[in-house]
């Protein structure tokens, strides 16, 4: 089965804390893809970044980073000296097999000015 | 270029009437997912096309639902005899193939059946 588990409801951090967002997968296929993305309040998802499996490096974009650690079936999502337009409810997904993308439940993030 | 676009962005209706959501893809994705998004809850999966075939409508809620797409264009979605359930963000996605690429949402239907 595959399954996106993303624990942490919500978070609320003060303007220019750092925040990680975890994201934990499920699958038994060795290749596989996954995904973050951001739907802020206007509700439009964005897609932030894809990750294949077989790239373990890190990435990091300004202030966004992610985390992929096969090992922990993880794939966590970190924003440095978070803003408030960084609010908004984070999705992680996993695609691997079939056509479908398997969301997380989502993380809704608020950040306080 | 332009983005995935659906309409009507917001729809009230009356429980038992039908209503047609469309969806209109960015041009050249041959992949279209339909997603259902509850107040304040994560994306369920409706249904995929790849053209304008549908591979699997197992996740369309009941016979009520049903979708259809026109080649690698438009998509439309139809809600027959509403129910109040019924009522939530229905989000239109493609992308230029399934698989390993990043999908484009739409910005959604909201239905809201009274």
């Known amino acids: 089965a595959q399954k996106v588990t993303q624990a942490q409801t919500e978070i609320s951090v003060v303007e220019k804390e750092d925040v990680t967002l975890d994201c934990v997968y499920e699958?038994?296929?060795?290749?596989?893809?996954l995904f973050w993305y951001k739907q802020p309040p206007s509700g439009e998802l964005v897609f932030l970044i894809r990750?294949?499996?077989?790239?373990?490096q890190n990435e990091i974009s300004g202030r966004y980073s992610w985390n992929f650690q096969k090992s922990t079936s993880s794939f966590n999502f970190t924003i440095t000296a978070s803003q408030v337009v960084d609010s908004a409810v984070y999705f992680c997904a996993l695609h691997a097999g079939t056509y479908k993308y398997i969301f997380g439940t989502g993380t809704r993030l608020k950040v306080l000015a | 270029g332009a983005g995935v676009s659906q309409s009507p962005s917001n729809k009230v209706t009356e429980k038992g009437k039908d209503v047609e959501l469309r969806c209109d893809p960015i041009s050249g994705h041959t992949a279209l997912y339909w997603y259902r998004q509850r107040l304040g809850q994560g994306l369920e999966f409706l249904i995929y096309?790849?053209?304008?075939?549908?591979?699997?409508k197992s996740g369309l809620p009941s016979d009520r639902f049903s979708a259809e797409r026109t080649g690698e264009s438009v998509s439309t979605l139809t809600i027959q005899r509403t129910q109040q359930e019924d009522s939530a963000v229905y989000l239109c996605a493609s992308s230029l193939d399934q698989g390993r690429y990043e999908q484009y949402f739409g910005p959604g239907t909201r239905l809201t059946v009274t």
């Open positions: 990750r294949n499996s077989f790239d373990e």
């Open positions: 699958t038994r296929d060795t290749t596989y893809y």
């Open positions: 096309f790849q053209g304008n075939s549908a591979p699997d």
